[in-house]
């Protein structure tokens, strides 16, 4: 059981990069990197259209073994496209992945910091981290974690629950049995 505790420790601080946007700032790829890149888009364009789909992204996952739900797949193409109209191009996704890798960055220095910070400082960095967690958790904005909710934060992490996990976590999360976790009872499990 302390494995699904970590491992939704694991997502909320993979997801934590996502509360301050505004102040990623993305390091330009090596020319290794951008090779290594392009041929990764080359891979998912399967049709060779200089754009990617969902339905490429999908089927890439799958062969990789990586079993993502549809409307993940569809939201990390509508994140990444400008256009919004489900389709990215090599330059949408390099802009994509550098977004992310910077993310990645910044969580690190985030982590550093709080390291060195004093106590009162990192009571507040680490409650504003909680708040920015269960925000994303709560896909829908309406102060409680579902099921369905936890199931998909889960699988963006690549770490998918069973049916028995699912059911085992929400019984040590949800203390007051209501078939959800509200944001005192996420900070319970988290802390």
Known sequence: ??????QLKMLG???????TPKSVKKKPFTDVELSDLRTAFDLLDRNRDGRVTANELQFMLK??????????????IREASHSGNGLINEAEFLQWVGRIQALRDEQHQQQQQEENASKPD???????????AFRVFDRDGNGFITR???????EMIGEPLTETQLTQLLAIADLDQDGRIDYEEFTKLLL
Do not use: F, Y
């Not at 369905?148 to 889960?154: G, N, P, R, V, W």
């Open 63 to 76: 062969n990789l073994g990586i079993n993502v739900r549809d409307e993940i797949i569809n939201d990390l």
């Open 1 to 6: 059981m302390s494995g699904l505790r970590h």
């Open 148 to 154: 369905d909710e936890l199931q998909t934060a889960m």
């Open 122 to 132: 990192e009571l507040d960095d680490v409650t504003q981290d909680l708040i920015a």
């Open 13 to 19: 601080t993979a997801l934590l990069g996502k509360r």
